[in-house]
């Protein structure tokens, strides 16, 4: 096994990284995600935010590790010991290895285009990822094997990544049992959100993006403690004084969704991004480990996922085929800032059709309704409708070891009534159609309005 190496990144300062997770990093597999930006398209809005899963991903691993040996230091009786460390810190690095070009804008606008009611998502390509590096390297299966990491530690590594609630606590599949549930709540918390893939993503993005992050996690980890839930379930628990921090925290991810992944221009580029995949879904093809396949069916297969990053923009923007000239021009346009034009907006307060929709909007112009994009989405707290810090458990000062019923929250009158909406932009693809969009919108919105 090789050696402890130490990075300078320009969130965490000195990152000192285990001679195993170095020997995943220097795979191929891995070091694609260098060529696959946090932000996507945020990059042609925000000029700093150039930042790629591959530093993300390095320092979700070391806030992990930083999390699960406060832990240690702090709850001895935890027994909490190497392996574990070492397998938080390996599923914290390998957590993002599923993500395709343009980070979120494939599992979430692309894939569901070109396969409606699709339930594919990064995170089981993460998992299926992490297995090929496995498959494919034999210096990681040597270096698992000499840091005495079996088929149970791969299983619980792969399950912190994307946890399964029928895996979760199963000691025989995982070789963890209930006393170490809390280990999940780490790299991705299924139980409330708070975990250090937030922490350091919101640290960088808001760097990149010239943003202030305003959330201390180095505190929050310092009032972290496991405690028993319900008699049996063991789960990381804050002190009660945290609960307004955590309340800043999600807030701030609804900020950084309204002032930057959300925002109107990379909205519009997403779905011109969106039209372009579709376009050249057929015609870029990667070969896998035994069939060439389509852009979108490369995500079945890990050997063409691996050669599949934010490459395939210039694929497509250089190419001379003519089967990718109507894809081509569509990306001409977004480097030429010529994009669909915002039309209107308006929220609501269930879910929506978006057919349904456009053609209230324009009832007798197919022509129109052509030109017309409809990009839905929900803005929340994480939780859905429900208030996230109800979902987090508490301990007070007077008594370290036990849970809190309840908190009684600080300046209550300023927390949120509602913690979720859900919002339409509409764009029109041609300027042509603009001004036309434009009046059927506002006569639709004044109308729904009044209702």
């Not at 210096?139 to 895996?167: T, Y």
């Not at 975990?195 to 640290?203: H, L, R």
């Not at 041609?430 to 309005?449: G, I, V």
Request: aromatic share 12%.
């Amino acid at each position: 096994m090789g050696v402890y190496i130490v990075l300078h990144d320009p969130i965490h300062g000195s990152v000192e990284l285990h001679p195993v997770c170095v020997t995943i990093i220097d795979t191929v597999q891995f070091q694609r995600l260098r060529n696959i930006k946090q932000l996507g398209l945020c990059y042609y809005v925000y000029p700093g935010a150039s930042h790629n899963r591959f530093e993300h991903s390095i320092g979700t691993c070391h806030l992990a590790g930083e999390f699960i040996r406060h832990l240690r230091r702090h709850q001895p009786e935890l027994n909490i010991t190497d392996k574990d460390v070492l397998c938080v810190e390996i599923a914290a690095l390998c957590h993002d290895l599923g993500h395709g070009p343009f980070s979120h804008f494939f599992d979430n606008l692309f894939i569901p285009e070109i396969e409606p009611g699709s339930q594919w998502k990064h995170e089981l390509a993460s998992v299926e990822m992490f297995q090929h590096i496995l498959n494919e390297n034999e210096s990681v299966r040597n270096d698992f094997r000499k840091a005495g990491l079996d088929g149970k530690d791969v299983n619980f590594i792969k399950n912190l990544m994307n946890p399964i609630q029928e895996f979760v606590a199963n000691e025989d599949h995982t070789g963890r049992g209930v006393d170490k549930a809390y280990l999940y709540n780490i790299v991705a918390n299924k139980e409330n959100g708070v975990d250090v893939d937030k922490w350091d993503y919101f640290a960088r993005d808001c760097h990149h993006l010239g943003l202030t992050n305003q959330i201390d996690h180095k505190r929050i980890i310092k009032f972290a403690r496991v405690l028993t839930i319900d008699d049996k379930r063991t789960e990381i628990c804050f002190r009660d004084k945290t609960a307004l921090n955590f309340y800043h925290m999600f807030r701030s991810r609804f900020e950084l969704h309204c002032l930057a992944y959300k925002h109107k221009a990379v909205a519009s580029m997403n779905e011109m991004l969106k039209d372009a995949f579709v376009q050249a879904d057929n015609y870029i093809r990667r070969q896998g480990k035994y069939f060439l396949l389509t852009l979108s069916k490369a995500r079945h297969d890990m050997t063409a996922y691996t050669q599949l990053t934010d490459g395939v923009f210039d694929e497509i923007l250089y190419s001379n085929e003519t089967s990718l000239q109507t894809a081509k021009e569509i990306l001409i346009r977004i480097h030429q800032r010529k994009l669909y034009k915002f039309v209107g907006e308006k929220s609501f307060n269930c879910e929506v059709d978006c057919k349904k929709i456009l053609h209230e909007i324009v009832p007798d112009d197919q022509e129109l309704v052509d030109q017309l994009v409809i990009y839905k989405f929900k803005l929340d707290y994480t939780s859905g409708d429900d208030d996230p810090v109800h979902k987090i458990h508490f301990y007070s000062k007077h008594s370290v070891n036990q849970v809190l019923p309840h908190v009684q929250l600080p300046y209550s009158s300023v927390i949120p009534k509602a913690f979720s909406e859900r919002l339409i932009y509409i764009f029109c693809k041609n300027d042509d159609f603009l001004e036309k969009a434009k009046f059927l919108f506002n006569s639709w919105f004044e109308k729904t309005c009044t209702v």
